[in-house]
């Protein structure tokens, strides 16, 4: 496994695997690798002959009081993972991976709006730029996000089509604890009774899941269900439920088979934590 540090050598790295006839499937990630980055890294893999995956904590897209500098940052337990799952190149650029006095920007400006846009003023315009950024580094044929980023993976699309980037982007579904809770790197700052509260999320989703396969498809009678029930749990604050629709992430009157979504974002102590399903 080859430890890119520079784009130039992530570029060299790269050029080596298409001379050999390789095709690029791409994983970008933050590092703190866990279960769900790795079924991305296997969905790579299945997807083309050479897996690179990006390791970078992006400061751009990090509010002010957001936890950038307490970001796990476990880079030799991340290389160890990556390599017994048959990763070919990391990519771990440093802070210079933003040129000093950098002041380009890629900014979508309609599903980027509302839900976690609008809690995180700022964070998808940092999302856009450094995912640019990564996919001009590296020239992947393919690059894999995570389902559970639902809103993040909306606004790669967005960016992947208006910008004309020559790369097709793949969602993979959302990992799952065994009781429910969407996996996620900030699971790991739960208290134990956090952590066992944490289920709530996952069940609410579940039971709006239910009530539409019963036959219920006005949002309005979901939605409260869905806060009724978050609001039991009282270590929960809620910052948004919605159900929207899935290409325009616009709110929805009613539910549409196959193309509308529930998300929900809150936190439990300090830590943020969102999760979304098909309804
Ligand atoms: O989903 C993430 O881990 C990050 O937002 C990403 C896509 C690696 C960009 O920094």
Known sequence: MVIARTVAELRLAVVAARKAGKTIGFVPTMGCLHVGHLALVDLARREATCCVVS??????QFGPKEDFSKYPRPFEEDCRLCEARGVDIIFAPGVDFYPAEHSTWVSEEAVSQGLCGEC???HFRGVATVVLKL?????????????????????IRRMVRDLDVPVRIV????????DGLAISSRNRYL???????????????????????AGECHAATLLSAASRQLSDEPAFRLQYIAIIDAQTLRPVQKVTHGSSVMAVAGFLGETRLIDNVDL
Do not use: W
Request: with cysteine; glycine share 4%; charged share 25%.
């Open 55 to 60: 390791i970078f904590v992006n400061p751009s």
């Open 120 to 122: 995180r003023p700022g």
């Open 171 to 178: 969602a993979a579904p959302t990992e799952r604890e065994a």
């Open 135 to 155: 996919f001009n580094s590296c020239l992947p044929d393919v690059a894999i996000f995570g389902r559970k980023d639902f809103q993040q993976l909306a606004v």
């Open 191 to 213: 208290s134990p009774e956090h952590r066992a509260r944490a289920r709530v999320i996952s069940e609410v989703l579940r039971r709006a899941q239910a009530l539409v396969v």
